[in-house]
């Protein structure tokens, strides 16, 4: 008889509805079908996300992108084995959209319900694209809300080595696209722009690189100096009535961000003597990121996992990527009460 259980995974903790159904099986996690409804278009001319808007899409989203997973896997609710919702970290009101359905699923088939972390979803939805993680990984998350360096045993135990002091690496790249003009959010037109540029035409600080910085913030990161050093350049050329090299500055941008993320994390690794990369989030979209994190693991021989962009973005495939890996390990399920926490702590898989 067959031991493959069906996962259901369900994130809404920002402004994508997703829905996935993940197959775990003796060998692994594989992803059968994953469905994501977007209501970024509602936001961007508001320049940020606005969690009322986010909040109302879920809700109108939840009920037909459930019903699309389930058609195109070929499945019904009676199928499913576990359900996985993204309890924290994220926006409140849309977070407790997605917890209620999934507690309403749950209860329905009597299913055991389990509510994980997003941010460490964003690391191991890489399972079901590259197979299960070796016994320790390195996993550096770059996303809108979050740049953390976490060092991950037998997948679900997280030790958190650092973050950022103060802005994530996307909203840093928002808030640059915002000064440069472009739309919300930044963070792609920026990538895009930075290809056509000279990466060392400007040099920008490099945030807690320095050598007094390494006994407490050797794995911390910090982007909002850079900002403010993108943002004087500009305001000086403006003031001269100079035209913005757009191209230029963005790709030095990209670059003096890029060159902390991987050069910090590649200490990490050595420090730690991790010889995997695992490399997730929103903005591990990241042209200038991707390449840099290629080229420095090669040189220091350590194998760089990133998942390809869709799964790098929110999804629900990450929900039930990491409620496989949990089910798979015999973890108790949350209580059906399901508490949502916005700050949910980085170390805790599950609620
Ligand atoms: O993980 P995600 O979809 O949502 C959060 O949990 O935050 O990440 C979205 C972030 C945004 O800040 C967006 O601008 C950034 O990731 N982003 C990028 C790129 N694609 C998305 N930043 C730079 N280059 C990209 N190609
Ligand atoms: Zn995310």
């Not at 402004?15 to 993940?22: K, N």
């Not at 992108?65 to 084995?81: M, Q, Y």
């Not at 991987?262 to 989030?281: D, Y």
Request: hydrophobic share 45%.
């Amino acid at each position: 008889m067959s031991t493959d259980r069906l996962v259901l995974g369900i994130e809404t903790s920002c402004d994508e509805t997703g829905v996935a159904l993940v197959r775990l099986t003796d060998e692994g996690s594989e992803l059968l079908v994953d469905v994501v409804a977007s209501s970024m278009d509602e936001h961007a001319r508001f320049g940020g996300i606005i969690p009322e808007i986010a909040s109302r899409a879920h809700l109108e989203a939840m009920v037909p992108t459930l019903s699309t997973t389930l058609e195109r896997a070929g499945v019904t609710l009676a199928d499913v084995d576990a359900v996985a919702v993204t309890a924290g970290p994220g926006l409140v009101g849309p977070l407790t959209v997605g917890a209620a359905a999934a507690k309403a699923l749950a209860i329905g088939i009597d299913k055991p319900l389990f509510g994980v972390n997003h941010v460490i979803g964003h690391a191991v939805v890489d399972e079901l694209v590259h197979g299960p993680f070796p016994e320790r990984v390195m996993s550096l998350v770059v996303s809108g809300g979050h740049s953390s360096l976490l060092l991950i045993d037998d997948t679900v135990n997280v030790t958190e080595l650092g973050s950022t002091l103060d802005d994530a690496a996307g909203e840093a790249f928002d808030k640059v696209g915002r000064l440069l003009g472009l739309p919300y959010p930044g963070g792609p037109h920026i990538d895009r722009l930075a290809r056509e540029g000279n990466p060392r035409a400007i040099r920008f600080p490099r945030g807690l690189t320095a050598a007094k910085d390494q006994a407490d913030h050797a794995a911390d990161f910090s982007f909002s100096g850079l900002k403010t050093a993108v943002a004087r350049w500009v305001e000086a050329r403006q003031d001269a009535g100079e035209e913005i090299p757009l191209a230029d500055v963005s790709a030095s941008f990209a670059e003096a961000v890029a060159d902390v993320l991987t050069a910090k994390t590649i200490a990490a690794c050595r420090a730690h003597g991790v010889g995997t990369l695992v490399v997730g989030g929103g903005f591990s979209a990241n042209s200038q990121l991707r390449d840099m994190a290629a080229a420095r693991c090669e040189e220091a021989g350590i194998e760089l996992r990133i998942p390809p962009i869709r799964y790098c973005t929110d999804n629900g495939a990450m929900i039930a990527a990491l409620g496989a890996a949990v089910l798979r390990r015999g973890m108790a399920p949350s209580n059906l009460d399901l508490p949502v926490d916005s700050s949910m702590p980085l170390t805790q898989v599950l609620v």
